[in-house]
């Protein structure tokens, strides 16, 4: 079982930019999965905010289109979410997950995630 392990939240004011990062404890893209970056807010459902495959196709939600990339450092065994001009609604708990592009399968238990949250 793949240990994930998110990091790089915080508070950010509107307009401002974040880089979360995920540490997995084997090599990314294992057996050909997509990694993935969620997020939940309160009281709302997990959703995939962007995936991205060994061949480096990519999928994000369109909340975040043009504003969020996805990347991969594999001598470091990380996945990088970088997000910019961030938003009020862009609150939420952040976490990674192995899976496929679409974000309708994970493959791994979910780790505590990264509080994100902005204000002024």
């Known amino acids: 079982q793949v240990q994930l392990e998110e990091s790089g939240g915080g508070l950010v004011q509107p307009g401002g930019s974040l880089r979360l990062s995920c540490t997995t404890g084997r090599r990314i893209f294992f057996r050909g999965d997509a990694m993935g970056w969620y997020r939940q807010a309160p009281g709302k459902d997990r959703e995939l905010v962007a995936a991205?495959?060994?061949?480096?196709?990519?999928n994000f939600a369109d909340s975040v289109k043009g504003r969020f990339t996805i990347s991969v450092d594999n001598t470091k065994n990380t996945v990088y979410l970088q997000m910019n001009s961030l938003k009020v609604e862009d609150t939420a708990v952040y976490l990674c997950n192995t899976g496929n592009l679409r974000g309708s399968l994970v493959f791994a238990s979910w780790g505590q995630g990264t509080q994100v949250t902005v204000s002024s």
């Open positions: 991205i495959t060994s061949d480096g196709t990519t």
